[in-house]
């Protein structure tokens, strides 16, 4: 009778095992393949807006887009570096009374590490709810034993996509966002995770140049539900309850006539992202100048030709600060340097940072809008990763980040069109590598 069994369904178990593993195997090879060499999603703006930036109309039209809301009545300050903002985060969390919640992409051990850990662990054991969301690839050297006082102490520590079989579809989007919230009235956004790299002066390694801002009012419930999105999403618990979402008033001191919205943004499926649309439209409104400032400058086409389109048809400055030599990632910044020659034949200026690596990601358009948080200009912040940022109405804050800006500036080298022209044959063929791994970028 066995004899009439087809070849095909009379394999041994662990043939089949074999070819089920086979075709797993060709299976992520192929997604890998997709990763690396998709193109990008187009942002096409056929015609700028016609509406001015300072104009309701514009601020309804970018809440829309972005599926977000602008509360008034924020006080938001700027944290330059990490002897500033370290200790305004310790601070905070030092008077937390009811919970406090952390998310990061880096949190490594060491100095800056244990100081955290310390004060989350005394809150904990003061009976203060601790939550913590960390990314597991951006902190894979922190492992459990690492946070296992806290734990004990009652905290809570979830893993964003840890290293398992069932996470590989999902292995490339990371949680790239820096947050704190303190019993649901102050917040902490930026792009400084925890670490001694952002505090400590080495040798040959100066620390980190990066902002972080401190936000009272109601915009801090923005922040807390962006938490409670990868929360959830890591812990597999809804973050509920008056004491995270308390009622908040406008911030002592504020103006109500300036606004701020938090722009969360995770890749959808279609794979466009908030964050990618908010500076989109902020580019192509722009009708003075536009300053970035950003570790990673890998614009996509999209993004480029927007800039040079401000640049040819509306004579917008725009002036751009990224890392020199010191930059964390090699690869990266010969990848950025290549995308240089079109910008700077139209004209904008491309200032490269000499003291240490620059971390600050910033975005200034016409000394009214702001925005601030853990998008980098590259593929990954605007296609793969999750991240957070605030838009800010605001020409105080766009004032104050333009006083970090042109110091910066005053810390940086203009690069030439000439100089540039000239880079070395070695540099140009290590570009060439860059470039086919620019959408992991």
């Given amino acids: 009778m066995f004899d009439l069994i087809p070849p095909f369904f009379a394999l041994t178990i662990s043939t089949w095992f074999l070819v089920v593993a086979v075709i797993a195997i060709i299976g992520q090879s192929l997604l890998l393949i997709l990763a690396l060499f998709e193109p990008g999603l187009d942002y096409k703006i056929d015609a700028h807006p016609d509406v001015e930036l300072e104009s309701e109309d514009f601020q309804r039209m970018l809440e829309s887009l972005t599926d977000a809301q602008i509360h008034c009545g924020n006080r938001i300050e700027v944290l330059t570096n990490g002897e500033v903002y370290y200790e305004a985060e310790l601070e905070a969390i030092r008077r937390a009374e009811h919970n406090i919640n952390l998310e990061a992409y880096i949190f490594k051990k060491g100095e800056v590490g244990r100081r955290f850990v310390e004060a989350l662990t005394e809150r904990a054991q003061a009976g203060v709810e601790v939550r913590l969301v960390i990314d597991a690839i951006g902190s894979f050297t922190s492992w459990e034993s690492y946070f296992e006082r806290l734990r004990a102490a009652g905290g809570r520590i979830a893993w964003y996509h840890p290293f398992r079989w069932y996470n590989l579809p999902r292995i490339n989007n990371r949680t790239h966002r820096e947050l704190i919230i303190i019993d649901g009235r102050i917040g902490f956004i930026g792009g400084a995770g925890f670490a001694d790299h952002w505090l400590i002066d080495k040798e040959k390694s100066p620390r980190w140049r990066d902002t972080m801002f401190r936000v009272e009012g109601e915009t801090v419930a923005s922040l807390q539900a962006t938490f409670a999105e990868n929360w959830l999403e890591a812990s597999g618990e809804i973050l509920v309850g008056c004491q995270f979402f308390p009622k908040l008033e406008p911030a002592s001191g504020a103006d109500t006539e300036e606004g701020a919205m938090v722009v969360n943004s995770s890749p959808s499926a279609g794979r466009s992202t908030r964050a990618r649309i908010l500076y989109q439209m902020l580019l ?21 030709f927007e800039l040079l389109r401000a640049i040819s048809e509306r004579g917008v400055e725009v002036s751009i600060i990224a890392p020199n030599k010191h930059t964390d990632h090699a690869l990266v910044r010969g990848t950025s340097r290549r995308l240089y020659g079109e910008l700077l034949k139209a004209g904008a200026k491309i200032y490269e940072y000499q003291p240490s690596m620059i971390h600050t990601k910033s975005l200034i358009v016409d000394e009214v809008w702001a925005v601030v948080g853990s998008t980098n200009f590259d593929n990954r912040s605007f296609g793969l ?17 333009r006083e970090d800006f042109e110091r910066d500036l005053g810390n940086s080298r203009q690069v030439s069109l000439e100089e540039w022209r000239k880079r070395p044959l070695f540099e140009r063929g290590y570009e060439q590598v860059g470039r086919l791994l620019e959408r992991q970028q």
């Fill in 385 to 401: 990763n999750d991240e957070v940022n605030l838009a800010a109405f605001d020409p105080r804050l766009a004032a104050r980040l």
């Fill in 284 to 304: 192509a409104s722009a009708r003075q100048n536009i300053l970035i400032t950003t570790p990673y400058f890998i614009p996509d086409k999209s993004a480029r």
